[in-house]
């Protein structure tokens, strides 16, 4: 084509021809250029249908085979559900039920609408539901019997003999002197037993001779006496307004160490705490905010105390007591049973 144009070109710009041969010439070449063009038109259009047809072939086949791979996975699972539940559920697998009707409702999600599919997940969740239905009408029978049975159980009368005998008062008073320690339980510090370790060091006697002595150095003469460890918080008492070398001026002997804290800290608005295995001195207003869990026994305070009366006194009285009427209760400590209205003792 670029040879045409460029020989009708050099045939129309030519002048030294006779112009019947120039103009015949260009007539054979513009139907020339036309054939081509027309040619290279066709072959274009026949290149795309073919390209197209290609496609179309591509796209079918890709089609085919994804319906053939859908078709695939459709068999495997149906024959995945029919296993579960022609198989696996009469061998006692209670599992296979919603096993099954998982795998359906996927064979449902690949094809919906699909009517072998919803048949399966039809089936599958109908066979789950008999299924447990079956097993909690079961379940509740035997619990109804259970309860019937501990019924009875509750219907069997049993003799006060031996009595309930409870340990001597130097039993009790030993008991009573091991739970002092956990009258007070702090759980931040339960494992490392700090907080009694410190209780008992604040028991400590202890002397002090302070004359204008700065607090910095009060505070290490305690560290040194007592072998303690005491951290003097000077970021809280700065915002106070109190200075760590404010002068102390104390004289005390014979006095505890937590006597003799608070005596030298009171008058300044101080106060100590113990936290993170060290002495704390610092601030009142510091130390509301150092709080920590603590567990107190509050028993005494959230059980009632009944005091027995009737068929229970009585029993607990007597040491051989009779039958006296259809109320009367079992007593305590070796008695019989007693009168109308008497309790268990």
Not at 166 to 188: C, F, G, I
Not at 313 to 338: C, L, P, Y
């Amino acid at each position: 084509m670029t040879q045409i144009k460029r020989g009708l070109g050099t045939v129309r710009g030519t002048t030294d021809i006779d112009p019947a041969v120039r103009t015949e010439l260009i007539r054979r070449l513009s139907n020339l250029k036309r054939f081509v063009e027309v040619s290279e038109q066709h072959f274009e259009q026949k290149r795309q249908e073919r390209q197209q047809s290609v496609a179309a072939r591509e796209s079918q086949q890709r089609i085919e085979t994804d319906l053939e791979r859908d078709d695939e996975r459709m068999k495997q699972l149906l024959k995945q559900v029919a296993h579960l539940l022609f198989v696996e559920a009469p061998r006692g697998n209670r599992d296979a039920f919603p096993e099954a009707e998982d795998v359906a409702q996927r064979a449902l999600e690949l094809r919906p609408g699909d009517g072998t599919a919803t048949s399966a997940r039809f089936s599958a969740e109908a066979a789950n539901q008999l299924d447990m239905a079956y097993h909690l009408r079961n379940l509740r029978a035997d619990r109804f019997l259970a309860v019937l049975e501990q019924v009875e159980f509750s219907h069997v009368p049993f003799p006060d003999e031996p009595p309930i005998r409870y340990p001597d008062a130097a039993v009790w008073r030993r008991l009573t002197e091991e739970r002092k320690k956990w009258a007070s339980v702090d759980l931040h510090n339960y494992r490392k037993g700090l907080r009694s370790e410190s209780s008992g060091l604040l028991d400590d006697e202890t002397e002090m001779e302070f004359v204008d002595l700065p607090l910095s150095d009060v505070v290490d003469y305690l560290k040194q006496q007592h072998n303690i460890q005491i951290i003097l918080d000077e970021q809280a008492l700065l915002d106070e307004g109190i200075q760590p070398d404010e002068p102390i001026n104390m004289s005390l002997s014979g006095i505890s160490l937590r006597s003799a804290l608070k005596i030298v800290l009171e008058p300044m608005a101080l106060t100590y705490v113990i936290q993170d295995e060290v002495m704390r001195i610092t601030t009142e207003a510091k130390a509301e905010e150092m709080m920590s869990t603590r567990v107190y026994p509050v028993a005494d305070l959230v059980i009632p105390v009944e005091t027995p009366s009737g068929g229970g006194s009585g029993g607990m009285m007597g040491g051989g007591g009779a039958w006296a009427g259809h109320g009367g209760g079992m007593g305590g400590m070796g008695g019989g049973m007693m009168g109308g209205g008497g309790g268990m003792g």
